[in-house]
């Protein structure tokens, strides 16, 4: 899989040993605190938070319920980006009150795709409590969510990119740190980057580049995971 | 004004005596006085016009000056206006005007105000039934006492058969022409558009090219019959061009015109333009088989003239729905560009041949002065800048309206300088600087 | 990721690519989801406005583009004119001005008049969406019996789909044929012949022969006969007219043993299908109302979600 328009790889934070180790602690964080697991339901965003609430489901004594979500028609950005057909759709295939429901996606960041994800969810009734799980914090939050389970803490600049790839979607399970890349050079290729360029211009409206004075220092210093059960 | 005038350097095109060639025309005391390779202007105001066409007065026998009635249309002071900008020095005025010209008062007002407006030459044409109703006849003599050179219930067909046939009669004993706008309207009710594989795709009601050439059929029989001589207006589809050709080899005394629009348009246009009114007329724009028909029945004689059908229309009347504008396009200020740049030097028609499609043959298919450029004829003359390019603007139009689908179209060849009986009613270097 | 959806306007089936079909179809299949929800509400277009300009008496499109708008939270205002207003009052002009001056994200008309909304566009900055215009197009309907064949069949290319009655005055039939054509599936039109259009074979192949039209059928669509057209001398009787061309049980015999039938309502029974086959188990008339309303949505979502189209 290749990096989106105008970015490259900077630095790769799991790679797919890594990647189920994480899935395996995150299951058993959730086991913990919710024993009957047959009770729960698990709901992926799409795209990338279906597989993993259906990997997550799988290491789960008992199976749960796993259903998706697709925000699209609750996002709050659409008069902004152009209008794509839908072709995910929203999927929960049991009644959700008065069930623990366990948002699962990817990577967080802003916090408005879980928010539009909140706001689905109690479309569909009223759930006895809502949690959150992520693969990935980056930070960055624009709204008071914060998630009860997290795979990795990253800190990251606010116009790179965590991407997760998975073996269903990208043929790989990884979780990349992606940077912002320099405007390519006429002639020889630049070196390795010591000092970071301004940004290249394709920065996907998604995750919109800030200015690079901006931007958080460059190391990505990963905290270390709190392992609290081996 | 100068008494004598000294056009020079133009090629000199008259039909009616074989005359092409590079002349001078003098002119004095609004006659043509000499043609002759460089003459001397002893005195006279002298017009270089080189690279110009010199010919007589273009006569367009189709147009429609709305007045009376419709005077936010177009009045007789800028229809003629309009006329004296697109080249031709007399028009032929239709009689379905608010009232008809069905009686030798409207005649006479229309003949009063043309000359108030002192431009071009105006022609009624009375109607050939009371309001145009179909049903009893109008008062031809009368009419034609003060000025009508012909009669027509333009804008519909005459429907009774028998009433037909005694127009043709009646007027064949004053010496008149019955022009008939030639539709089946049990054919053609409600229709917007011309039958066939656009129609139907734009979901417009069409009438079939049979609504016209039935009328033709019967009315070239009736002449047949009477031997009164009938006029075809605005002829459209191969079936009527072969019928009238037949006709006029049978000696029946049948003529016919074609406009312009129906020579280079196809009802492709209403679909490019999606709903455009402006390519609402009626008869409508035909399929590419009856436009080509329409234009070899211009080259081989079978048409004898242009005619614009010059219909203008309020923004009101066109900017509404399709099935609900009113029918027509203006037409006398682009017919020359439209004529010399697609038709004539496309290759279609010799320059010599327009002339006489414009100039002579109308004149002489209802029997009109002019159509001549010989020394003693009165001076109407129609000169075109054969080599200027400009585009269509219907803001610049003199014609109160503006409804034309050849807006912003480029053409090669536009009206320098028109002359009626030796006075300028428009030239183009002096529109230009003012 | 799909190709956002290129169209500002939907004035008709014809500028559409079989891509964008495809498009509407599976959003609307996206929409039916959430019409299946216990709140049947979403926050997608809130602050959007439509307004919905009906210049023909429909209550059928006009309540499914409505529910289409409550449930995507526009704001949404009808407007209905029981005739045209030429006449009377008010040109299209004047109350395209008008609504212009309440600034409308999106206006959604029926007219008679074939190309009105083509007018509407040229005036208007709203989105348009065309509800059926005379007898030009009609391109939701259209959209919504190829969702409902979709869903029956699993497909749509190389259906045989007979299209059969009135194809003359017809924008349901005009909007099917090229829908069906341009997505692969094979449309025959039947009819009698006064009431086949000059040229209908651009469409699709045409026929005066139901049962050659029925043939292997994979699904019929029955177009409504307008009882005036017995008045225009196209047909001397709506009786001789079921004779030669209703659907009947025995009829339906000559399709495939699967086929659906599909009717955009209001139905004529014993004019152009018997009420045995309307109540018959092929009918799909339910499924095209529910279909009705989330291929609607689609086509709000589509044209709304973004700012509007193209830039």
């Known amino acids: ?230 | 004004m100068s008494e004598r005038l000294l056009l020079r350097g133009g090629r000199v095109i008259d039909p009616a005596r074989g005359v092409d060639g590079a002349f001078d025309v003098m002119i004095e005391h609004g006659r043509v006085a000499e043609l002759g390779p460089k003459l001397p202007p002893r005195g006279a105001a002298v017009r270089d016009v080189t690279g110009c066409l010199v010919a007589p007065g273009f006569i367009d026998i189709h147009v429609h000056l709305r007045e009376p009635g419709r005077e936010d249309k177009e009045t007789i002071a800028t229809g003629t206006r309009a006329a004296a900008r697109g080249g031709f020095t007399a028009v032929c005025a239709m009689p379905n005007t608010t009232p008809v010209n069905d009686s030798a008062a409207v005649t006479r007002f229309v003949m009063d105000r043309a000359r108030e407006a002192r431009s071009v030459r105006v022609y009624p044409i009375g109607a050939i039934t009371k309001g145009s109703l179909g049903e009893e006849l109008a008062e031809y003599a009368d009419m034609q006492k003060e000025g009508a050179v012909a009669v027509s219930d333009d804008g519909r067909p005459v429907g009774s058969a028998l009433v037909f046939r005694r127009a043709l009669e009646y007027a064949k004993g004053l010496g008149l022409v019955v022009i008939d706008h030639c539709e089946d309207p049990t054919l053609s009710h409600g229709c917007c558009m011309n039958e066939g594989p656009v129609a139907t795709r734009l979901g417009l009601r069409g009438a079939p090219a049979v609504s016209e050439s039935v009328i033709v059929e019967r009315d070239i029989a009736l002449a047949e019959l009477t031997g009164g001589a009938v006029h075809i207006a605005h002829l459209s589809t191969a079936a009527a061009v072969d019928a009238v050709r037949r006709g006029k080899a049978r000696g029946v005394r049948v003529t016919a015109e074609a406009t312009p629009h129906h020579l280079l348009l196809t009802d492709e246009l209403v679909r490019e333009r999606e709903y455009d009114t402006s390519t609402k007329m009626n008869p409508p724009l035909r399929n590419e088989r009856d436009r080509l028909a329409v234009l070899a029945g211009l080259k081989d004689g079978t048409i004898d003239c242009i005619a614009t059908d010059h219909a203008p229309h309020t923004v009101d009347d066109k900017r509404v729905e399709y099935d609900q504008a009113a029918f027509g396009i203006v037409g006398l200020e682009t017919a020359v560009p439209l004529m010399i740049d697609r038709v004539v030097n496309a290759g279609h028609l010799k320059l010599g041949q327009l002339v006489e499609r414009m100039s002579t043959a109308p004149a002489r298919v209802l029997g009109l002065p002019g159509g001549r450029l010989a020394p003693g004829d009165v001076a109407d003359v129609t000169v075109v800048d054969l080599k200027r390019r400009a585009r269509v603007d219907p803001e610049a139009f003199a014609s109160k309206s503006r409804n034309t689908p050849f807006g912003g179209l480029e053409l090669v060849g536009w009206p320098r300088l028109t002359l009626v009986g030796g006075r300028v009613v428009f030239d183009a270097t002096e529109s230009a600087a003012g | 990721m799909s190709a956002p959806f290129p169209h500002r306007h939907l004035l008709g089936i014809e500028p559409l690519t079989a891509e964008h079909i495809v498009s509407v179809l599976d959003t609307a299949e996206a929409m039916r989801e959430v019409l299946g929800r216990p709140i049947k509400k979403v926050p997608t277009l809130r602050g959007r406005s439509v307004v919905n300009l009906f210049y023909e008496a429909s209550t059928r499109t006009r309540s499914s583009f409505e529910m289409a708008e409550r449930v995507l939270s526009a704001d949404s205002l009808s407007i209905a004119t029981a005739t045209s207003s030429v006449q009377k009052g008010e040109t299209l002009l004047d109350t395209a001005k008008n609504l212009e001056a309440m600034n409308p994200d999106m206006i959604i008309m029926r007219h008679g008049s074939s190309g009105a909304p083509h007018f509407l566009a040229r005036h208007c900055r709203a989105a348009i969406v065309n509800a059926g215009d005379g007898f030009h197009e009609h391109p939701t309907q259209a959209l919504l019996d190829a969702l409902t064949l979709r869903q029956k069949k699993g497909r749509l290319e190389g259906l045989k789909v007979a299209i059969v009655g009135d194809v003359l005055h017809s924008r349901v039939a005009r909007s099917n044929a090229l829908l069906l054509t341009k997505v692969g599936a094979k449309p025959v039109l039947c009819g009698p012949p006064p009431l086949l259009p000059v040229g209908v074979e651009q469409y699709a192949p045409a026929t005066t022969r139901l049962d050659e039209a029925i043939e292997g059928a994979d699904a019929i669509m029955m177009l409504r006969l307008q009882r005036e057209r017995m008045s225009g001398a196209f047909l001397p009787s709506t009786r001789e007219y079921h004779e030669l061309y209703g659907l009947t049980v025995e009829r339906v015999k000559k399709a495939k043993p699967d086929v659906v039938i599909l009717h955009p309502g209001p139905m004529n029974r014993g004019v152009e299908i018997a009420s045995e086959v309307a109540d018959g188990p092929y009918s799909v008339i339910l499924d095209q109302v529910t279909n009705g309303v989330a291929v609607r949505m689609a086509v709000l979502y589509l044209l709304l979600g973004g700012s509007g189209g193209e830039a």
């Open chain 1, 1 to 230: 899989m290749t990096p989106p328009r105008g970015f490259r790889e900077r630095l790769c934070l799991m790679d797919a040993a890594r990647l189920d180790r994480t899935l395996s602690r995150m299951a058993a964080e959730i086991c913990e605190r919710h024993p009957d697991t047959a009770r729960l339901l698990l709901v992926g965003v799409h795209t990338r938070g279906v597989p993993l609430a259906q990997r997550l489901a799988a290491r789960l004594p008992v199976r749960p319920v796993v259903g998706s979500l697709d925000i699209t028609l609750y996002r709050d950005d659409l008069t902004t980006i152009a209008p794509h057909p839908l072709t995910r759709g929203t999927a929960i295939p049991v009644a959700i009150d008065g069930r623990v429901v366990i948002v699962v996606d990817d990577v967080l960041f802003t916090g408005r795709t879980v928010r539009a994800a909140l706001d689905e969810l109690v479309d569909f009734g009223r759930p006895a409590r809502i949690e959150l799980a992520v693969l990935c914090d980056r930070g960055h939050r624009e709204l008071p969510i914060r998630a009860d389970y997290v795979g990795e803490t990253v800190s990251t600049a606010r116009d790179e990119i965590v991407e997760v790839r998975l073996s269903d979607e990208d043929g790989e399970d990884s979780v990349w740190l992606l940077e912002p890349a320099p405007v390519p050079a006429v002639t020889p290729p630049p070196p390795p980057p010591v000092e970071r360029r301004p940004a290249a211009k394709a920065v996907p409206a998604r995750k919109a580049a800030k200015p690079a004075a901006q931007r958080a220092r460059v190391a990505a210093r990963r905290k270390p995971a709190p392992r609290r059960k081996r």
